[in-house]
């Protein structure tokens, strides 16, 4: 019996559509017999993906590469993708025995996005009603159902715009980067600007000077041992430890105050303009605290503060993000992939959220909890009500919160693994959140002594107790800095009061040097693009993502250190396209098509503006619609025309300091190169590892590299042939070759190829002889013939390693030596014995990750034919450049794994039979004419619907 068979009382039949199967399976437990709940498996369908997708009618256009009739009024071709025509059938089928059609998809500009298209696509005639919900449980879910509404149109508009937006940019400045930088490169909207940051701060890295400053530490006893108060409010509580002593940091001498780090320029290691501060070097610390050592000292003032925290908001996506990363060690991929699994499978509220509200019946089941698990003392009288947002926010969502009325504690929920560890941060962070203040007492001591050669000097020591932990009992937020306190650390101070005499048990002198700013991690990285107001907080995982796989960022630990690669993409795009990576104008961008979104903007004048300058045809040159001061949209379409200006090696060359060594980025990878001192000679060169952070390039790295053997080694003339033996240092790897002479044709039918053989992994360029070469040349080599078959047995050396060969029968050797030692008996040996099947043992795994958050399985590192890979039993993936076995996280191979997932081809259907050829070739014109007429009328429908270009889009 078909699903839609079953019925509810009155014989109704409802088709939902999801985008998941995930959400599918959940939600049809809650709904029962009556309803059909399908999967539309993500978008399905989208603007062209290269030139064999778009649809033959606009072929020979000059927009249609674009995807976008950017000559009217920009309307967006849209085709089924490839891999989703079966899953369109399928609905399609569903809903010719379905009353009517329940679009659940999620609500926010995506879900609405794609419940628009399969109502354009699936072409109901019967109702049609969108059902939308934050969590998945079955009081939401049934609610859901009984309050249907209609499409929100102008969430649809805003997703379109953005979508158009970012195609034209992508499409049109990605073609600049594949003829001035490198083929197959990409630019985008957010990705460009998100990359630039992690460039510019390695340049200020690059750029940064080390100071070294010292000051003095001491440790003051107040002679006194045992309990002591804080202060009175502490005694009443039960008491303190007083501890004896106290350690301090000299602030002044003679009133002058010491020179710390923040007194330092960055780019010059020199104290700042204006600066007037006591600077002390080694030897001047050493002598003030040799005349300190005898000194007298006393408490010169005790300055106490009241203390309060307030708790923590909840989350919201970009703050999970940041928490996930510090606490648990997710990359923000892998953090929303389990925070989707989570949320598809009832655990928690939708997870892509600007909003930081609780609903009524979130904050009653938190303060049920904070009452049951810690007592009525941490519940404040009222309940806390979050308002704040991030400007211009869309989604109409509650914060990211456990879902139901009454929330599940992490260990009634029968989660494990990361599911367990995410579910456990967003419920203490819940909960924590709907607690008292934490409150305690500051207090800062100052301790003052004179030298004995007279001057004056003062310590300083702070000190905090915390007296009602408040919502610290549940969860404190962690910090990007590791070396930064938390909240809920505690400093202890001896009760002292002005004038006390303290004894000096220690003086020493303390060296240090200023740091450079840190390299941005995932998690700062999102908090940056969040505070200056650039792109989606539901796109920032997608964004790093991208990044990553270009090869513009690798990580080095936690840490997102660019490629040279980057810094050329980078250094054009900010010098011929200043614009477009402005960090003001992406924020703009943002705040117009969140006015479109309002409808306090059209989006077609918006979008003629961007791509074509003001009105068509806009006064002034490329250069200055792209880096004007007028209009802040500038031509995009004159910009990327206007290439001549743009010198493909200056964009790709970066001095490395002041010798006149360059490094340049070429085709296949980075490089440096010095000028000859002889007029007319070409320079030295040598390769720079891809995986180099660029601050680590110094001039006296340039120089190792240069002076590393380079080249071709030559070995000597082969004996035979007279020719000269060369090794050389491939693309993969070393090898050895024979010098051809001048005029032997290379190419043809009489082209003549040079004796070419790897060298033995035992062997290096620096070590291999001619004799070397000359034995790795004779390869193949006859070990004998088969008495039995007459067959020849040879030894050769494959990609896969050394093996034997008769006719078509193959056997792998041990060892590379093997190739000149092993002698024909030994050779029949091996072949009578039975060839084994299947695959030889599997190697022990290099390293284990944990659990895959998808699959659910255990993810390791093991070494493979083509170097190590991340594998869950299921999925393999190759580790990328910038990835090591040591260093890979699990999120990373996690990053991995998924993107290879989504990267799996679609499956072949079976060919078509002889016969039915003709019926299928029909069918296939039939449906092509359907899709054509299809996209003509979903034009003609928005042109009359956007009459006067008022059309309100985000």
């Given at each position: 019996?078909?699903?839609?068979?079953?019925?509810?009382?009155?014989?109704?039949?409802?088709?939902?559509?999801?985008?998941s199967?995930?959400?599918?399976?959940?939600?049809?437990?809650?709904?029962g017999p009556?309803?059909?709940?399908?999967?539309?498996?993500?978008?399905?369908?989208?603007l062209?993906?290269?030139?064999?997708?778009?649809?033959?009618?606009?072929?020979?256009?000059?927009?249609?590469?674009?995807?976008?009739?950017?000559?009217?009024?920009?309307?967006?071709?849209?085709?089924?993708?490839?891999?989703?025509k079966a899953?369109?059938?399928?609905?399609?089928?569903?809903?010719?025995?379905?009353?009517?059609?329940?679009?659940?998809?999620?609500?926010?500009?995506?879900?609405?996005?794609?419940?628009?298209?399969?109502?354009?696509?699936?072409?109901?005639?019967?109702?049609?009603?969108?059902?939308?919900?934050?969590?998945?449980?079955?009081?939401?879910?049934?609610?859901?159902?009984?309050?249907?509404r209609?499409?929100?149109?102008?969430?649809?508009?805003?997703?379109?715009?953005?979508?158009?937006?970012?195609?034209?940019?992508?499409?049109?400045?990605?073609?600049?980067?594949w003829k001035?930088?490198?083929?197959?490169?990409?630019?985008?909207?957010?990705?460009?600007?998100?990359?630039?940051?992690?460039?510019?701060?390695?340049?200020?890295?690059?750029?940064f000077?080390?100071?070294e400053?010292?000051?003095l530490?001491?440790?003051?006893?107040?002679?006194?041992?045992?309990?002591?108060?804080?202060r009175?409010?502490?005694?009443?509580?039960?008491?303190?430890?007083?501890?004896?002593?106290?350690?301090?940091?000299?602030?002044?001498?003679?009133?002058?105050?010491?020179?710390?780090?923040?007194?330092?320029?960055?780019?010059?290691?020199?104290?700042?303009?204006?600066?007037?501060v006591?600077?002390?070097?080694?030897?001047?610390?050493?002598?003030l605290?040799?005349?300190?050592?005898d000194?007298?000292?006393?408490?010169?003032?005790?300055?106490?503060?009241?203390?309060?925290?307030?708790?923590y908001?909840?989350?919201?996506?970009?703050?999970?993000?940041?928490?996930?990363?510090r606490?648990?060690?997710?990359?923000?991929?892998?953090?929303?992939?389990?925070?989707?699994?989570?949320?598809?499978?009832?655990?928690?509220?939708y997870?892509?959220?600007?909003?930081?509200?609780?609903?009524?019946?979130?904050?009653?089941?938190?303060?049920?909890?904070?009452?049951?698990?810690?007592?009525?003392?941490?519940?404040?009288?009222?309940?806390?009500?979050?308002?704040?947002?991030?400007?211009?926010?869309?989604e109409?969502?509650?914060?990211?919160?456990?879902?139901?009325?009454?929330?599940?504690?992490?260990?009634?929920?029968?989660?494990?693994?990361?599911q367990?560890?995410?579910?456990?941060?967003?419920?203490?962070?819940?909960?924590?959140s709907?607690?008292?203040?934490?409150?305690?007492?500051?207090?800062?001591?100052k301790?003052?002594?004179?030298?004995?050669?007279?001057?004056?000097?003062?310590?300083?020591?702070?000190?905090?107790?915390?007296?009602?932990?408040?919502?610290?009992?549940a969860?404190?937020?962690?910090?990007?800095d590791?070396?930064?306190?938390?909240?809920?650390?505690?400093?202890?101070?001896?009760q002292?009061?002005?004038?006390?005499?303290?004894?000096a048990?220690?003086?020493?002198?303390?060296?240090h040097?200023t740091?450079?700013?840190?390299?941005?991690?995932?998690?700062?990285?999102?908090?940056?693009?969040?505070?200056?107001?650039?792109g989606?907080?539901?796109?920032?995982?997608?964004?790093?993502?991208?990044?990553?796989?270009?090869?513009?960022?690798?990580?080095?630990?936690?840490?997102?250190?660019?490629?040279?690669?980057?810094?050329?993409?980078?250094?054009?795009?900010?010098?011929?396209?200043g614009?477009?990576?402005?960090?003001?104008?992406?924020?703009?961008?943002?705040?117009d098509?969140?006015?479109?979104a309002?409808?306090?903007a059209?989006?077609?004048?918006?979008?003629?503006?961007?791509?074509?300058?003001s009105?068509?045809?806009?006064?002034?040159?490329?250069?200055?619609?792209?880096?004007?001061?007028?209009?802040?949209?500038?031509?995009?379409?004159?910009l990327?025309?206007?290439?001549?200006?743009?010198?493909?090696?200056?964009?790709?060359?970066f001095?490395?300091?002041?010798?006149?060594?360059?490094?340049?980025?070429?085709?296949?990878?980075?490089?440096?190169e010095?000028?000859?001192?002889v007029?007319?000679?070409?320079?030295?060169?040598?390769?720079?590892?891809?995986?180099?952070?660029?601050?680590?390039?110094?001039?006296?790295?340039?120089?190792e590299?240069?002076a590393?053997?380079?080249?071709?080694?030559?070995?000597?003339?082969?004996?035979?042939?007279?020719?000269?033996?060369?090794?050389?240092?491939?693309?993969?790897?070393?090898?050895?070759?024979?010098?051809?002479?001048?005029?032997?044709?290379?190419?043809?039918?009489?082209?003549?190829?040079?004796r070419?053989?790897?060298?033995?992994?035992?062997?290096?360029l620096?070590?291999?002889?001619?004799?070397d070469?000359?034995?790795?040349?004779?390869?193949?080599?006859?070990?004998?013939?088969?008495?039995?078959?007459?067959?020849?047995?040879?030894?050769?050396n494959?990609?896969?390693?050394?093996?034997?060969?008769?006719?078509t029968?193959?056997?792998?050797?041990?060892?590379?030596?093997?190739?000149?030692?092993?002698?024909?008996?030994e050779?029949?040996?091996?072949y009578?014995?039975?060839?084994?099947?299947?695959?030889?043992?599997?190697?022990?795994?290099?390293?284990?990750?944990?659990?895959?958050?998808?699959?659910?399985?255990?993810?390791?590192?093991?070494?493979?034919?083509?170097?190590?890979?991340?594998?869950?039993?299921?999925?393999?993936?190759?580790?990328?450049?910038?990835?090591?076995?040591?260093?890979?996280?699990?999120?990373?191979?996690?990053?991995?794994?998924?993107?290879?997932?989504a990267?799996?081809?679609?499956?072949k259907?079976?060919?078509?039979?002889?016969?039915?050829?003709?019926?299928?070739?029909?069918?296939?014109?039939?449906?092509?004419?359907?899709t054509?007429?299809?996209?003509?009328?979903?034009?003609?429908?928005?042109?009359?619907?956007?009459?006067?270009?008022?059309?309100?889009?985000?």
């Open positions: 019996m078909s699903p839609t068979r079953e019925t509810a009382q009155g014989g109704r039949r409802r088709l939902v559509i999801v985008e199967p995930a959400k599918a399976k959940t939600i049809k437990g809650y709904l009556g309803y059909v709940v399908e999967a539309s498996v993500g978008h399905i369908r989208d062209p993906n290269g030139a064999a997708e778009v649809p033959a009618e606009f072929k020979g256009q000059p927009w249609a590469r674009l995807g976008v009739n950017v000559d009217s009024e920009f309307q967006p071709i849209y085709v089924v993708n490839a891999d989703k899953q369109v059938k399928k609905l399609k089928d569903l809903l010719k025995e379905s009353d009517e059609l329940l679009l659940a998809t999620d609500e926010d500009r995506e879900g609405e996005a794609i419940a628009w298209h399969l109502q354009e696509v699936l072409k109901p005639k019967v109702p049609v009603r969108r059902m939308v919900f934050h969590e998945i449980t079955k009081d939401a879910i049934q609610e859901a159902v009984r309050n249907p209609e499409l929100n149109q102008p969430l649809v508009d805003a997703q379109e715009t953005r979508r158009i937006l970012d195609r034209l940019y992508g499409y049109e400045v990605s073609p600049v980067l001035k930088v490198m083929p197959r490169l990409s630019a985008g909207r957010v990705q460009s600007v998100a990359t630039r940051l992690v460039v510019q701060r390695e340049r200020e890295r690059i750029a000077r080390s100071a400053y010292w000051d530490s001491g440790t003051f006893s107040t002679g006194r041992t045992g309990w002591g108060s804080l009175s409010s502490e005694a009443e509580s039960g008491g303190a430890s007083d501890p004896g002593t106290f350690a301090a940091k000299l602030t002044t001498v003679d009133g002058r105050r010491v020179a710390q780090g923040r007194d330092f320029d960055a780019t010059t290691g020199q104290l700042k303009d204006g600066a007037t006591l600077h002390l070097d080694e030897s001047a610390a050493r002598t605290a040799a005349a300190l050592a000194a007298s000292f006393a408490v010169r003032s005790v300055e106490s503060k009241p203390y309060r925290r307030s708790p908001a909840p989350f919201r996506t970009t703050t999970l993000q940041q928490e996930a990363s606490k648990l060690g997710f990359g923000a991929k892998a953090t929303m992939q389990v925070a989707q699994k989570l949320y598809e499978n009832g655990f928690i509220t997870m892509r959220t600007d909003s930081t509200t609780l609903s009524e019946t979130a904050i009653t089941a938190a303060r049920a909890q904070v009452t049951q698990l810690y007592g009525a003392e941490y519940l404040p009288d009222k309940p806390r009500v979050y308002t704040g947002k991030v400007k211009n926010a869309q109409a969502h509650e914060a990211i919160r456990p879902s139901g009325d009454r929330f599940r504690t992490p260990a009634e929920t029968g989660l494990t693994g990361d367990y560890r995410l579910y456990e941060l967003i419920w203490m962070r819940t909960v924590a709907q607690m008292k203040d934490a409150v305690g007492q500051s207090v800062t001591v301790v003052g002594g004179r030298a004995s050669d007279g001057r004056d000097a003062e310590f300083s020591a702070s000190g905090k107790i915390i007296t009602f932990h408040g919502f610290m009992k969860y404190v937020e962690g910090a990007d590791p070396n930064a306190e938390l909240d809920d650390r505690e400093r202890r101070l001896p002292v009061s002005e004038g006390d005499a303290l004894t048990e220690e003086i020493t002198a303390d060296g040097a740091k450079p700013p840190a390299r941005y991690t995932e998690a700062s990285l999102v908090k940056e693009l969040e505070e200056r107001e650039i989606r907080p539901s796109t920032y995982a997608s964004i790093i993502g991208t990044i990553l796989d270009r090869g513009y960022v690798f990580k080095k630990g936690t840490a997102l250190v660019p490629s040279f690669l980057s810094f050329a993409v980078v250094g054009l795009l900010e010098k011929h396209f614009r477009l990576v402005d960090y003001d104008f992406t924020a703009k961008m943002e705040d098509l969140d006015r479109i309002r409808g306090e059209r989006a077609v004048p918006w979008l003629r503006r961007f791509y074509f300058g009105e068509h045809g806009a006064e002034g040159s490329a250069a200055d619609a792209g880096n004007g001061d007028g209009d802040h949209l500038g031509g995009l379409k004159e990327v025309e206007d290439l001549g200006a743009i010198d493909a090696r200056e964009v790709s060359s001095p490395v300091g002041t010798g006149g060594i360059m490094l340049r980025v070429g085709r296949y990878g980075p490089y440096v010095k000028p000859s001192e007029e007319g000679e070409p320079g030295q060169r040598a390769d720079v590892p891809d995986d180099l952070p660029p601050d680590e390039l110094t001039v006296e790295l340039a120089e590299f240069l590393k053997p380079s080249g071709d080694f030559e070995l000597g003339t082969d004996p035979e042939t007279g020719r000269q033996i060369v090794a050389k240092d491939g693309r993969y790897g070393p090898y050895v070759t024979e010098i051809l002479p001048e005029g032997t044709p290379k190419t043809g039918k009489n082209a003549v190829k040079p070419t053989a790897s060298l033995f992994k035992s062997m290096s620096d070590t291999v002889t001619l004799e070469a000359l034995r790795l040349m004779s390869l193949p080599r006859v070990v004998g013939v088969d008495p039995e078959s007459g067959t020849e047995i040879t030894a050769q494959g990609r896969y390693g050394p093996y034997l060969k008769k006719g029968d193959s056997r792998s050797l041990e060892t590379e030596d093997q190739l000149f030692t092993i002698a024909l008996d050779a029949l040996a091996i009578a014995q039975p060839k084994a099947r299947g695959r030889a043992a599997a190697k022990p795994p290099l390293k284990e990750l944990g659990t895959d958050p998808v699959s659910e399985r255990p993810v390791v590192v093991k070494d493979g034919r083509f170097g190590p890979y991340v594998t869950d039993g299921e999925t393999n993936a190759t580790l990328r450049t910038g990835d090591s076995v040591e260093e890979i996280t699990p999120e990373r191979g996690y990053e991995l794994l998924a993107e290879k997932r990267k799996a081809p679609v499956k259907k079976a060919a078509a039979k002889k016969a039915p050829a003709k019926k299928a070739a029909a069918k296939k014109t039939a449906a092509k004419k359907t054509t007429a299809a996209v003509k009328k979903t034009a003609a429908a928005k042109k009359a619907s956007s009459a006067s270009a008022t059309k309100s889009v985000d």
